[in-house]
């Protein structure tokens, strides 16, 4: 992963890696949250066996994309009692809006602040 903006630039990013860097997010995440997308809606155990990973992996990995706003649960009522939680991935469109208004918000900020480098900066 670049460690600056210029690395960056001039490197070969890839959709994933800006995905991962605007919203912190790690590779599971971004498979977890692909088989959400393209499977539908699951358990974290569903979603561990289809990643060949532990349930708890899972679970961490659905926490981080509930965290980042790209995954929301459902409940789900079992009939005999009980209930369970189902995993609903956002639509990629709306992750594509998400990841480019934390794109424009980040630039306005660090527009602001380069505005007044000159006289911040020799404080």
């Known amino acids: 992963m670049p460690r600056s903006i210029p690395e960056m630039i001039r490197g070969d990013f890839k959709c994933e890696d800006t995905a991962k860097c605007i919203l912190g997010i790690k590779n599971i995440d971004i498979e977890a949250y692909k088989l959400l997308v393209t499977k539908g809606p699951m358990t974290a155990e569903r979603l561990g066996e289809l990643l060949k990973r532990e349930r ?4 961490r990995s659905l926490q981080s994309l509930m965290a980042c706003g790209l995954v929301h649960r459902e ?5 005999a009692g009980g209930y369970y939680y189902e995993y609903i991935a956002l639509s990629p469109s709306k992750m594509k809006e998400m990841v ?18 000159d006289t911040d900066i020799m404080k």
């Open 56 to 59: 708890s992996t899972a679970y």
């Open 75 to 79: 409940t789900r009522t079992i009939s």
């Open 100 to 117: 480019q208004g934390n794109i424009d918000a980040w630039y306005n900020k660090m527009k602001k602040l380069v505005a007044q480098i």
